[in-house]
T-cell receptor, first 116, second 113 residues
Framework: GAVVSQHPSWVICKSGTSVKIECRSL??????MFWYRQFPKQSLMLMAT?????????EQGVEKDKFLINHASLTLSTLTVTSAHPEDSSFYIC????????????FGPGTRLTVL | QKEVEQDPGPLSVPEGAIVSLNCTYS??????FMWYRQYSRKGPELLMY????GNKEDGRFTAQVDKSSKYISLFIRDSQPSDSATYLC?????????????FGQGTELSVKP
C-alpha cells in the first residue's frame, strides 16, 4: 500500500501559540490531500481539501483563518493551527489521494494536539 | 438521514468467528467503496477497495457491494484478536465529488481469545 507520513505524531503547546503539522506522501504524488479531525469514539470529520498550487477548500463551519493549509508541492501539505486554544485539542489526520491504479485515499498516522 | 449509515456496535465475537460488518447509503452517485481499519490512536488503514458492484476477496477478508440495494458488507473469516479495531466504511463519487470520502460512523470490533 501507499505510505503517508505525518509529523509530529504528538504535540503539546500553550494557549495562544501556533502549531504546524506536516503531511507527506512518500511514494506517490498527490495533487489532492485532505485534513480531518477526529474526536474520541467518533468518525473522521473532514476539515478541508488541500489542492497543490491552489487555495484549500474548507468545509462548512471550519475557520480558514484558524486552520491554515498550504500544499506547496505534490508530496507535502501543511496544516497550521493558529492561536491555538484548549478546544482545538484533538486528533488530526491527513490523507493523500492517489488516482492510479485505484482512486482512493491513504491516511497518515495522525497527530495528537494538546493545547494547555 | 445520514448519507452513510453504519452500526457503531460495539461488536464482540470469540476468536475464529465469522464477522459481518455492513453499511447502507443513500447517494446513488457513489462508485468507489472502501473499508478502513483503525486501531486506537492511529490513522485508518485501507483494507479493501471495490469499484462499483461485486465481490472482492483478500485473504480472510471479503468485501461485497450491492449498488441496487445501496448496501456494502465486509466479512472477516477466522477472526483473530489482532482484528480488534474500529472498522470504517467509506465511499466516494470520484471526481464528481472532488474525491471526498463519506464515512460511516465506524463499528468497534472486539475479538476475544
Amino acid at each position: 500500500g501507499a505510505v503517508v507520513s505525518q509529523h509530529p505524531s504528538w504535540v503539546i503547546c500553550k494557549s495562544g501559540t501556533s502549531v504546524k503539522i506536516e503531511c507527506r506522501s512518500l511514494d506517490f504524488q498527490a495533487t489532492t490531500m485532505f485534513w480531518y479531525r477526529q474526536f474520541p469514539k467518533q468518525s473522521l470529520m473532514l476539515m478541508a481539501t488541500s489542492n497543490e498550487g491552489s487555495k484549500a477548500t474548507y468545509e462548512q463551519g471550519v475557520e480558514k483563518d484558524k486552520f491554515l493549509i498550504n500544499h506547496a508541492s505534490l508530496t507535502l501539505s501543511t496544516l497550521t493551527v493558529t492561536s491555538a486554544h484548549p478546544e482545538d485539542s484533538s486528533f488530526y489526520i491527513c490523507s493523500a489521494r492517489r488516482l492510479t491504479p485505484t482512486d482512493t485515499q491513504y491516511f497518515g498516522p495522525g497527530t495528537r494536539l494538546t493545547v494547555l | 438521514q445520514k448519507e452513510v449509515e453504519q452500526d457503531p456496535g460495539p461488536l464482540s465475537v470469540p476468536e475464529g468467528a465469522i464477522v459481518s460488518l455492513n453499511c447502507t447509503y443513500s447517494n446513488s452517485a457513489f462508485q468507489y467503496f472502501m473499508w478502513y481499519r483503525q486501531y486506537s490512536r492511529k490513522g485508518p488503514e485501507l483494507l479493501m477497495y471495490t469499484y462499483s458492484s461485486g465481490n472482492k476477496e483478500d485473504g480472510r477478508f471479503t468485501a461485497q457491494v450491492d449498488k441496487s440495494s445501496k448496501y456494502i458488507s465486509l466479512f472477516i473469516r477466522d477472526s483473530q484478536p489482532s482484528d480488534s479495531a474500529t472498522y470504517l466504511c467509506a465511499m466516494s463519487g470520484g471526481d464528481n465529488q472532488g474525491g471526498k470520502l463519506i464515512f460511516g460512523q465506524g463499528t468497534e470490533l472486539s475479538v476475544k481469545p
